[in-house]
Structures are given as structure tokens and as C-alpha cells.
């Protein structure tokens, strides 16, 4: 607990001074098991502690496994227009950052885990995603229909809303392909970058992938619209947070990464990747529709 | 971006005629102004929404539009010395002071512009800036993005729900995370359309909350008159959308109510949409009143007030006035039920105090309470019984 005298959640004299704001702290949080057809994904996290107690956490069942115990699968994420992709969301907490006697809440962090695969009606079959040559298409093929197709309308709508990925960074403390890196929201020219989702993604199953993301809000800013405090705390909380990140593979799992292995020898995704080309209304990707993207998937592999 | 008054005496030969050549009324600025005033029509020429405002609303002025119910231009509370007038015009990001001089001709004497005027998409502002925010579910479905609109409008789809948050609120995400779940009440049970295309948010940027108790005339708000104007301009351009339902959240109903007053001042309507208050911080009555204006499709249900006495009075008061319109879907039997409801909103805590303070005075009153709520329920029974007997007979 952090110290409730000094950092209360209570705003009565608002400031946007520089200050360092304080929120939950990480020491004895508990460790969040996710279970995965088989495989278990740990996280460890504070408790949920939101700014505006509207904003509800999500938690799933201890024991539960989204992927063997859901009748109907994963739902179709209808708020990507493409709908290609079946995402649930395992896990998601807010956590509020105060500054000092009763100055207001200075940001907030919100981290997610979502397990993430084809829709029914786009399936890819015969493919495995531990092959970290397809993990890449299809990661390159989720962020065009996540971001890509977004725009500033009307006048605007060959300027794209986000760019990205930047900062591409792959890992290897996981035993599957994994990488992070941050989507960026854009203006007119791509001077006027800001963070916004900060994502790492990894694959637990031939055709299910996990997608973790962090977001860090920002509330208190001074007249020019710049941070008027040190953000090291959010950023603190949220690298603990995806240190703590685990992944142990079920036995289905590891044979096919043990077969993956034996066909294409190491397990990294490339080092570099270059932002893509968007919107995809202006620059569309070159294989679309489910058939073609097959068969360059295949030809990948 | 301001200039300071020039200590001559102002007059038509040191003023340059911007506007009301032709016609109307001759509108000029002090020659310090000028080259602001025609950035200001560059960008506006150049499609910037606000520019395009500011220009249309300035060059507006030509036809005197200073009646008492104008929103975004107010006389300045004393009287300068002189004969000259002085007011106020309040609109998105810029606030000018208009000097009407005796002979009916106004002056511009100062433009003060937001920092950020003219940059639309600066990565700092976008989040805090006044306007129209296109809102969605973010990643993993599990709270709001909000992403600014550059041109102020809608989203033309028929049934879109354009939520107007208060002020408050630093960021247009956080507005949209806390205003969101109160306007999606409006749609009850059936929220699946804002869950897959997102909904409109009406953000105003500011320190305090608008409106309250003390301040619950909407039309005496200061700080959400340039935020009304920008919402005034994006529900005439929505006039073709169908369907499109304007929710306020708490204070939101200044802005709200403001721009409905602008645009029953220029005499539009707009009988396609529907407006709901969400505990609305000003007075819902007054809002009314201008819905039945703008010939607005009211529900049977028109502003939810909480526990708020002064909202269930301010609702009552307009009852009369909506069982006359024939367009109004509230009848005699609505009113029942809202009376009854209402009588039991006050009573119960008029109970419960009765039952806490004691005493026999006391619990008398506490006993009407009761009698009033217990009245309320039967009703709702009965209501419910002839309901089940009308169906069954098929009458």
C-alpha cells in the first residue's frame, strides 16, 4: 500500500505542478494465472485501483480455460470493421497514479491481456503460429486490420490515425517467438508522434496468439501541453509488471514447438521491423482475403 | 494574440471595415487586429472548423443579432460611460470584446486566441481539445479511445448516440470513460450498437463542473458558451443524419441546452433527433421548452433527475406544457406514473427522517410518506394487472 496520508485518491487543490506522482505499489501483489489450452500464462499485478470507479476490471475464473471450456470459441471482434479476428479478453486493471496532498490524479496505466485468433469465418489452417516467419505476417496482418484502417476523415483521410510499429524489440526470455513495440497516435506530419499502446505479443497455440497492451493516460499538463510531472512511476509499475510475464507450455504445445524447431531451426523473429504503410484505404495490403493470405503464408513457410 | 485598446478615441477613419460593406451593419476592427482577423479568414477559407465558426459567427453580428437569449455574445454587466456599448462574443478557442458604437456600428477591440488555434492535429492537444471526438472501444474491449474530429461532425449513421460530457474532465478519454456508461442508460438494455461502432463525444475542456443549484438557468453559464457554439454548429450540419440521439451527461445540459437556444435563435429544426438529460445539472424545464422549439422527437421519457428535488419540480413544471403537444409522447397516464414515482422519491426520505428523529408529529408525517409510497405501489400493481387482463382478453 502506498502512503494513503501523503498520496490520497482525493483531488480537493487540483495543481499541475511538477511533482512525482505515486501509485500502487508492486511488492506483494499476486500472480495471476491466465490458462491457455493447456499452457499458463502468469502475470503479476497490483489490485485494481481506477480513477473512476466506472471503469470495471476484468478477471477470468481461476482455473478457467477460455480456450477448452468456451463452447462457441472466441467471439469476433466486431469493432475492427475487417472482422477476421476472435479476441477475449482474459485480464484488464486500471491503476490510478496521485500526486502529493491532494493534488489530483496525475495518470493512470491500464494493462490488458487478450487471447487473440482467427474468426470462424477467416480460419487459417495448417499453419502453425509458432513458426516465427508466420507469426510475423499475421502480426503484420492483425495490426492492419486493428490500426491500419484508420484515418483522419473528409479532407484528411490519406493521413493515417496511428504509425507504427515502432521501437520493434524481440525477446527471448519466453520459449516461443515474441516481440513489444509501441503504436503510435499521429497528427499531419509524423513530427507530432505520442504513445500510445505499448504491445507485446507471443503465440501459445497453433492458432492463438497473446496480445498484452499498455497504456498510459496522462492528466495533468502544463499551459504548453507538456507533462507537468515525472511519469517514471507509470512507467516503473509497468515494467515490473512486464517482467513478471510467464509462459509455461502445455505438452500439445510443446510438441509442436519442438516440431516447428526441428523444421526451421531457431525460434527468433526478425530483428527489425519497419513501420507499416498506412491507411490501408490508400495503401492496401497486397494479399487480402482469406485465400491469398493463405497461400502467402504458406509460401513464407 | 491580443492588442491592447489604442488610447485615441475610436473611429471609422483609425478602424478598418472588415465586414457589412453591402449591407447590414458595418463591422470594423482596430488596425492592430487586422492582419489576426485575416489569418483568421485564411484558415478559414482553408476549411479549418474553428476559423469557419469564428468568421460565420463575427460576420453574423452585421445583422445585430443581440437579443437577451443570445448565448455566445453578452453585454458586459456595467454600463460604460459614453454611449458605447461593450459585449462579449464567446466562441470555440477565441473570445472577442465588440464595441457598439451610438450609431450602431461595432468595433472589434480585442481577439484573444487559444495557444493552440490553428494547430488541429498537435500531438499534446488532441486529447484537450474543445470539439467532436469519434469514441470506440479500445484494445481487448475494455475502455474508451477517443480520437479527435478535425471537421466537428457526426458520424453519419442513422441511430447514432453523440454523448455531451461535462467539463471537468483533463482528457477526452477520461470524459468518455465516465460519461459514456451514464448516456448509454438512455438506450436501457440495448447497448449493442454503441458496443460495435462507438458514439460521438461532445468534449469542453475546463476547471469546474458547469452549471448547479446556484447556477441552474443554463443560459447564465459562462464557461460552456464557446463549447455550445461548436455543438450548435455540429447538430445543424447532423440535421440530415436520422435518428441521431444528443445525451447529456450532468453538466453537460448547459452545453446542450445552450446550443438548442442557439439554433431555435436562428429558427432550425431538427425533427429527426431526440434529446435525453442525464442528471442534468441545469434545468431540464427550460431544455423542454426548447425541444418543443426545435420540434425535436421527445421521448416518453425526457430527463433522468435522480433523487434531485428541483429536477423532479423542474420536470413537473413543464408537464402541462407536454401534454398539450400533440407530438410529445408523454400523456396522462406517463404523468401518473411520474407523479406517483416522484411522490415517492421525496417521500421516502421524509419517512426515514420521521423514523430517525421520532416523536408523534413525526411519525405522522412519517405515516403520509408511507400512505403516498404505498399509494405509488398499488398503482404500479394495478397498472401492471390490467395490463396482464387487457392482453389476455385482446382488449
Redesign the interface.
Known sequence: MRNFIKYPPIEWR?RHESTVPAGPFFTGAPTIPLYLAGSKVCITAPRHSP??S??KQ?STYPGYDVLRDSPAGLHT???MPSRRWG?A?LF?R?WAFYGPWMSGCKGEL?A???VIGRSDEHPLPDISFFNPKVFETLIMHYLND?YGY?N?????SHVP?YHGPVDWKIHRHLPVPSASFKIC????SLR???LR?YLFVFPVSDQYFV?V?F?Q?????D????LAFDKTPIQELQDKIFRSITLELGPEAQASVEKVKSKVGSLHMCKDFAPLKWPTNIYPPEASGSPEIRQALRNDA | MSAPISSQPLSPQNTSLIAGQSSGKPIRCIPELKPVYLQLQKAAHRNHHWARIAVKELNALTTGMLGKNNVYVRPESRRSSGGSEKYYVFLPGLKATVVRWPNDQFCITELVLDDNYYHTHRSGQEQTRLGTYRAKLGPNNSSWHTQYVEDGQVSPISGRLVTVADSHYETANDAANYSIAGAMTFLGKNTISVRIDGCDLHFTPGNKRLGSLVCYDPITVDSSRASAVHLAATMEQARKVRSVAWVADFGGSAVLTQAMQILANKGVTLPDHTVYFYRPRTSPAKALKLAHQLKLSVNKNFADTGLSARGALSQFSVAGRRMNNKNDLYDRNEHATAWLKGAISISTPIGVAAAVVGGPAMVMLGSIATAIGGVGVSYAVGQSVAQDVRRRFKL
Open positions: 487540483k480513477r473512476r466506472v471503469c476484468k471482434d466486431l469493432t479476441v479478453c484488464a486500471r491500464h490488458s491481456v487478450a486493428r484508420e483522419w476523415e473528409g479532407h484528411h490515425r497516435g499521429r497528427g499531419e507530432d508522434l505520442y499502446d496480445e497492451c497504456i493516460d496522462f492528466y495533468s499538463r499551459k504548453k501541453g507538456n
